[in-house]
């Protein structure tokens, strides 16, 4: 079982910048392609970002390429976002996943969920 606990959310301008990190509890983390979602209010869930087991292979939406950098630390089992030049569509409550099946860019690939952190961005 894997753990995810994500932190780094906030209120900030647009323009502004945030750095999320996603904590994991167990050490097979390394094992597990990693994956940042995001859900605006009233909308699905959405893919944003992933990275296979060494970040060796990214991929990233389109709304997002180029603003937004995932990255992780297999040795701190931690996932991180960087988030730059943020808009207010950017607003959302960011989670963390988790997959046994490598990167993943769709919901139902995902095998384990953090609680989520919140972003709002204002204008």
């Known amino acids: 079982q894997v753990q995810l606990v994500e932190s780094g959310g906030g209120l900030v301008q647009a323009g502004g910048s945030l750095r999320l990190s996603c904590a994991a509890s167990?050490?097979?983390?390394?094992?597990?392609?990693m994956s940042w979602f995001r859900q605006a209010p009233g909308k699905e869930r959405e893919f944003v970002a992933t990275?296979?087991?060494?970040?060796?292979?990214?991929r990233y939406a389109d709304s997002v390429k180029g603003r937004f950098t995932i990255s992780r630390d297999n040795a701190k089992n931690t996932l991180y976002l960087q988030m730059n030049s943020l808009k207010p569509e950017d607003t959302a409550v960011y989670f963390c996943a988790a997959s046994q099946f490598g990167a993943a860019i769709t919901v139902n690939t995902v095998t384990y969920w953090g609680k989520g952190t919140l972003v709002t961005v204002s204008s």
């Open positions: 990275c296979d087991w060494r970040c060796s292979v990214t």
């Open positions: 167990e050490r097979t983390f390394s094992n597990h392609g």
